[in-house]
């Protein structure tokens, strides 16, 4: 029988075989290093895209629980703004009305004046009409008599316009009063607002701190952030509690994530 060349294609896949025998050991530990490695691999894979959709997940609800909060606080800011915007509006009404009051007590105090000048002239015109009653003129009796009734209403009108007046200038001090109360209320307004703005800044601040090494900063710009709250929320009529409740929230969960 002839022993095939090693030339020939049997001889080539004899070879083969006798290498793939020989090395057959090295062969499996390669192919099973290579499947381990695939499988390390594809787990790492895995973990790593599981991390991924928690960490979105987190994130995601990071970010709806901010605009909750964003929401939150844009309300309670149109709130105060609506207040302020009242109150300003309160403010051009009494300055219009203390315009007003000014313009009717000059105008009665013209009018008191001409009274007056009125009174002096029939006061004057007595005082003759009684002279000539005096001397025996009769007909100064009746006149005299119809004078003293026109002093009598002058009086009396003098009397009526000097109450209205008064009335009004008692008017124009409380509408003065109001308006400078106003006036405080709107500063306090703005004070408040100004602290909301304030609280959300530090607020915000301390939400881009991750790492241990700033605790001390990321809990006074907390703290500050709560104070501003509960301050607005002790000097005005809105309810902050929700908002304060969520940056305490914050803040332990960040201190909770260093603790051993």
């Given at each position: 029988?002839?022993?095939?060349?090693?030339n020939s294609f049997l001889g080539k896949t004899r070879s083969a075989m006798r290498w793939v025998?020989?090395?057959?050991?090295?062969?499996?530990?390669?192919?099973?290093?290579?499947?381990?490695?695939?499988?390390?691999?594809w787990n790492q894979a895995r973990i790593s895209a599981s991390n991924s959709e928690r960490e979105l997940e987190r994130l995601s609800f990071r970010?709806?629980?901010?605009?909750?909060?964003?929401?939150?606080?844009?309300?309670?800011?149109?709130?105060?703004?609506?207040i302020l915007e009242e109150k300003d509006s309160w403010i051009d009404t009494m300055t219009f009305m203390t315009g007003e009051r000014r313009f009717e007590i000059v105008e009665l105090n013209a009018m008191i004046i001409g009274l007056k000048g009125?009174?002096?002239k029939e006061k004057q015109n007595a005082s003759f009409l009684r002279n000539k009653?005096?001397?025996?003129?009769?007909?100064?009796?009746?006149?005299?008599?119809?004078?003293?009734?026109?002093?009598?209403?002058?009086?009396?009108?003098?009397?009526?316009?000097?109450?209205?007046?008064?009335?009004?200038?008692?008017?124009?001090?409380?509408?003065?009063f109001e308006n400078s109360k106003l006036k405080s209320e709107i500063a306090q307004m703005d004070y408040l607002i100004k602290l909301l703005f304030e609280g959300i800044e530090k607020e915000s601040f301390a939400d881009t701190y991750e790492g241990p090494q700033d605790r001390r900063r990321v809990n006074n710009l907390y703290d500050y952030a709560i104070r501003n709250y509960k301050s607005v929320q002790d000097q005005s009529d809105l309810n902050f509690g929700k908002i304060i409740q969520i940056v305490e929230e914050k803040k332990a969960n960040y201190n909770n994530r260093f603790k051993d």
């Amino acid at each position: 029988m002839e022993t095939p060349s090693n030339n020939s294609f049997l001889g080539k896949t004899r070879s083969a075989m006798r290498w793939v025998t020989i090395h057959r050991a090295d062969i499996m530990i390669s192919f099973v290093t290579a499947l381990v490695t695939a499988l390390g691999v594809w787990n790492q894979a895995r973990i790593s895209a599981s991390n991924s959709e928690r960490e979105l997940e987190r994130l995601s609800f990071r970010v709806d629980d901010l605009f909750n909060q964003l929401e939150t606080k844009t309300n309670l800011l149109h709130g105060l703004e609506s207040i302020l915007e009242e109150k300003d509006s309160w403010i051009d009404t009494m300055t219009f009305m203390t315009g007003e009051r000014r313009f009717e007590i000059v105008e009665l105090n013209a009018m008191i004046i001409g009274l007056k000048g009125d009174l002096e002239k029939e006061k004057q015109n007595a005082s003759f009409l009684r002279n000539k009653i005096i001397d025996q003129d009769d007909d100064g009796k009746d006149q005299l008599i119809e004078s003293l009734t026109q002093i009598t209403i002058l009086k009396e009108n003098i009397d009526s316009l000097s109450s209205i007046l008064s009335n009004d200038r008692a008017i124009e001090q409380q509408m003065q009063f109001e308006n400078s109360k106003l006036k405080s209320e709107i500063a306090q307004m703005d004070y408040l607002i100004k602290l909301l703005f304030e609280g959300i800044e530090k607020e915000s601040f301390a939400d881009t701190y991750e790492g241990p090494q700033d605790r001390r900063r990321v809990n006074n710009l907390y703290d500050y952030a709560i104070r501003n709250y509960k301050s607005v929320q002790d000097q005005s009529d809105l309810n902050f509690g929700k908002i304060i409740q969520i940056v305490e929230e914050k803040k332990a969960n960040y201190n909770n994530r260093f603790k051993d």
